[in-house]
Every structure is written in structure tokens, then in C-alpha cells.
């Protein structure tokens, strides 16, 4: 079976700036992979040209079979995404917002009840399908994000930072739905965290960029190893790319305040 995203050099510059330099690197389907790195590494420029929204400067890359600069449309059909800025709409509630998605992805008119009932139910949601998203906790807003994300069934699913501002509690509750997803539907998925432990829980490998660069590929178990014995995955960040893990901080928060946190994750890189 084919890689479900296939990369080779690809490059993207800046004017004067290399923001992903060369990148080669394959994810199979199924897989749950991490791009781990610190603050503009080039994680989140990749995800803009692995779903279209940035061209590459070189290289080339495939997204489910399909070339990123040949065949947009099909690739931007086959895939899901959710960034790090909030992408609901806080004066709507969580129904009206997947009906919107329903729209904008040409869902049949005749599926998108049941999709959307199934998507509420998968993530939960069902029992506040009909309140404003304003009123929603930071870990509810995020399972909305993702059921939108997911109500077309791609094949792959982006996530740039899915827990950023998220207390311990609706982290481990995203976690827990994104393997569902996996398991469930066989969605590959591509992440990046600043969250170690996210990686580790979640990813089969992994991958560290620093500078543009992808410096180190393996398990989240292999890249420990490689930092020394009875290292772990927050000790391998540091050898592989020079820097310490930056603190984005915690918080449960309701729409508002993850507003901001997400805001201030998005001005960090």
C-alpha cells in the first residue's frame, strides 16, 4: 500500500528564509505520526503545504495518492484539518456548525442529519448539540473542531497542535477520541504537539524538524534511547534539536480564553 503522505525535498523559503528545507519523509496509512519540534522549526508551514494552502518552493509531495500541486481539489477532498486558531464559530451552536461543514464539503442533503448525529455522538457532544459553542469548555470546542474536521471521512487528518490550553482532564479526553478515530475509521493522522507525553500516547513514530530540517525519525521509544539510557522522549527533544521544551501553558477556559491561548500557541510558531 502506498504512503498516505509522501514528501521529497520538499522546500518552502521566505524571501531570504528557509522554513522547511528539503523534507523527505513517508506516512503510512493508518499511522498516527508526529512532527515534534520548538517554535518555527517549519512544522506548521508543512501542514500549509501538505493541504494546499502554501505552495511548496521545491520538492514534491502526495497527500492520499494525490500530487499537492496537480491535484488540489482531489487533495483538499480527501483530507481534514484542524488548526491551532479556533475554526468554530462561537455564535452558533454545535449542530448549526457541523450543518455548515455539511455545506461547504457538498454532503448530500439527505446524509447530513445522520452524519451529523453520528459525529456529535462519536465525540460526545450529542447532549450539548444544541447550545452555543460560546458556552462550550476548551475540550469541548476541540471535539467540535475534529468531528467538523472528520464529518467527510478523509482519509487523513491534519491536527496542528490539538490540545494546546487544554487542562490535563479534556487532554487525555481528545487523546482518547482520536484513537477512536484511528481504530474506528482507519483515519491516517498527522500532529504536532509541544506536548511530549501527547507524542508519546499517541504517536507510532515520530519525527523532530529544527530549522527546516527533519533531524531524527523513529518510535517515540527509539528517539529516547538515542539521548542516552532511561532518557524519555522530553530529553530526546532537546538532543535532537538543541532547545528546551517551551511551556504554552494550561488551562480549561471556556471559548474565550481559548481564543487567546490559542492565539498566543499560533504567534509562538
Not at 7 to 22: G, I, M, S
Not at 111 to 117: E, K, P
Not at 238 to 257: C, M, P, V, W
Amino acid at each position: 500500500m502506498p504512503p498516505a503522505i509522501s514528501t521529497h525535498e520538499l522546500t518552502k523559503r521566505f524571501d531570504t528564509l528557509t522554513a522547511v528545507d528539503a523534507l523527505s519523509l513517508d506516512v503510512q496509512a493508518g499511522e498516527v505520526f508526529g512532527l515534534l519540534g520548538p517554535n518555527g522549526a517549519g512544522k506548521t508551514t508543512t501542514i500549509k503545504m501538505l493541504i494546499t494552502l502554501l505552495p511548496p518552493s521545491g520538492g514534491s509531495a502526495t497527500v492520499a495518492g494525490h500530487d499537492i500541486l496537480r491535484d488540489t481539489r482531489l487533495v483538499r477532498r480527501a483530507i481534514g484539518y484542524v488548526p491551532q486558531l479556533l475554526s468554530s464559530d462561537g455564535a452558533l451552536s454545535a449542530r448549526e456548525n457541523l450543518m455548515t461543514t455539511a455545506r461547504l464539503y457538498h454532503l448530500p442533503a439527505a446524509q447530513r442529519r445522520a452524519r451529523i448525529d453520528e459525529a456529535l455522538e462519536f465525540m460526545a457532544l450529542d447532549s450539548a448539540a444544541d447550545r452555543l459553542v460560546r458556552t462550550f469548555s476548551g475540550g469541548m470546542v476541540r471535539r467540535l473542531e475534529i468531528a467538523q474536521a472528520m464529518l467527510h471521512r478523509p482519509e487523513v487528518l491534519f491536527l496542528d497542535e490539538p490540545t494546546v490550553g487544554l487542562d490535563p482532564n479534556a487532554r487525555r479526553a481528545v487523546w482518547g477520541h482520536i484513537r477512536q478515530l484511528r481504530e474506528a475509521e482507519g483515519t491516517t493522522i498527522l500532529l504536532t504537539t509541544h506536548y511530549m507525553d501527547e507524542a508519546a500516547e499517541l504517536c507510532g513514530r515520530v519525527g523532530f524538524m529544527h530549522l527546516g530540517k527533519l533531524v531524527a525519525l523513529g518510535t517515540p521509544e527509539e528517539l529516547a534511547a538515542q539521548a542516552g539510557k532511561g532518557k524519555t522522549l522530553d530529553d530526546a527533544f532537546t538532543y535532537f534539536t538543541g532547545s528546551e521544551l517551551a511551556e504554552t501553558g494550561e488551562q480549561g477556559g471556556q471559548f474565550r480564553d481559548v481564543a487567546r491561548t490559542r492565539r498566543t500557541a499560533r504567534r509562538l510558531g
